[in-house]
């Protein structure tokens, strides 16, 4: 899976000792989709695919590679984004993305001799006994 978004936080570098009695090290970033409504990702990197993050700048709009990955711990569910890739995103995200709009269409057309023109939806009360109150129907 690819997100494009652009890099807002770096967070501490993360290490221990894992049960096999091996070191791992881990470290998480945030990035910002740019699309309408944005939307904030935290997604971490491992061992030594650390150093790809180095090559980010905060602020930077970058294309992120990952994985999802969910397990279970104590009758609770984890989810990991784990990235595999980043780099500088080449493309505009937001006209990659955009849905290609048609124009608007013309202003419809004077309605022919002894029709009736459209109605608003405000016209509506006009014509319909609501029993008092401002409900439509």
Do not use: H
């Amino acid at each position: 899976m690819e997100i494009i978004g652009k890099l807002l936080q770096k967070l501490p570098l993360q290490s221990g000792i894992g049960r096999t009695g091996n070191s791992w090290q881990k470290q998480e970033f945030v990035i910002e989709t740019i699309e309408q409504y944005p939307k904030k990702v935290c997604a971490n990197l491992w061992g030594d695919k650390l150093d790809m993050l180095d090559t980010v700048n905060i602020g930077d709009t970058v294309k992120v590679s990952f994985s999802i990955e969910s397990r279970e711990f104590n009758g609770k569910w984890y989810t990991d984004v784990k990235a595999w890739k980043i780099e500088p995103a080449t493309e505009n995200p937001m006209q990659a993305a955009a849905p290609a709009y048609q124009a608007a269409p013309a202003a419809p057309a004077a309605p022919a001799a002894g029709m009736m023109p459209p109605m608003a939806s405000d016209d509506l009360d006009t014509f319909t006994d609501n029993g008092g109150d401002d409900l439509p129907f």
